[in-house]
């Protein structure tokens, strides 16, 4: 019903949906949405339910997984062998150094950008296609150890035509190797783009949010507390057995 009242969609992000994987693989697929392009995946892992159904999309070109664990089989989609997907994204995925291995023959084959942690890149660069137009690495404040190293070895023998960081502007590491980025990107020709995020930021709806949930904590301990100590309490006293025998 959703799809045949959205016909015109271009993206999707299907996040949190608790849909029994087996069960959706036994549906009729639903109507193709002829315009969408890139579809996301947020805390769900039935997406090997969906191939059938990706196939149908004839401008699908993009898929995103954030928070969601790389099962090998989310490797041989259909829709990667085809070479539909030039666009792919992962950002905070689990089992990642397990199967992401499976996914280089496939999943990168005709990939034409890129977006990963760099401590995805630091670990892959190796094995990544050799020519990108678009090359994005979200910079993390921790496992940085030779993510330098790597982004120098892999433009040394790749072509990018452009290379973006996500990064917090105050990032210790980003700090050091802005001015060596700068310029290993021109004696390589490649773009070099930043894209700040604001530095420990909480927008006012998020801060709100985190001061209530940090309310309601305290009084579940609290009424959790006292109900303990009533427990105590109520143990602790006679019994009307008590009081028939003395």
Not at 104 to 121: D, G, K, P, V, Y
Request: glycine residues 2%.
């Amino acid at each position: 019903m959703i799809i045949q009242n959205f016909q015109q969609l271009r993206f999707i992000d299907l996040e949190g949906l608790r849909i029994d994987e087996h069960q959706l693989s036994t549906l009729p697929l639903p109507p193709p949405l002829l315009h969408l392009r890139v579809i996301a995946f947020t805390y769900w892992n039935a997406v090997k339910a969906l191939d059938p159904w990706l196939l149908t999309c004839p401008n699908l070109m993009g898929l995103r997984f954030r928070r969601v664990f790389l099962k090998h089989e989310m490797s041989t989609l259909k829709v990667f062998s085809e070479g539909r997907i030039t666009h792919l994204a992962f950002s905070s995925c689990l089992y990642w150094q397990i199967t992401l291995p499976g996914w280089f023959t496939t999943a990168f084959a005709n990939l034409r950008e890129l977006e990963c942690s760099t401590a995805i890149f630091a670990s892959a660069w190796a094995y990544l296609p050799l020519t990108f137009d678009q090359l994005t690495l979200e910079v993390s404040s921790k496992h940085l150890g030779g993510v330098m190293e790597a982004i120098t070895s892999y433009l040394a023998v790749a072509t990018v035509k452009s290379l973006v960081l996500i990064v917090e502007k105050r990032n210790p590491w980003f700090q050091k190797n802005q001015d060596k980025l700068l310029q290993l990107c021109k004696v390589k020709s490649v773009i070099f783009e930043v894209d700040y995020l604001p530095y420990q930021y909480q927008s006012p709806l998020q801060h709100s949010l985190r001061n209530s949930w940090r309310k309601v904590a305290n009084k579940v301990k609290e009424l959790a507390n006292e109900e303990a100590s009533e427990v105590v309490r109520w143990e602790s006293s006679p019994t009307a057995f008590d009081i028939l025998m003395c």
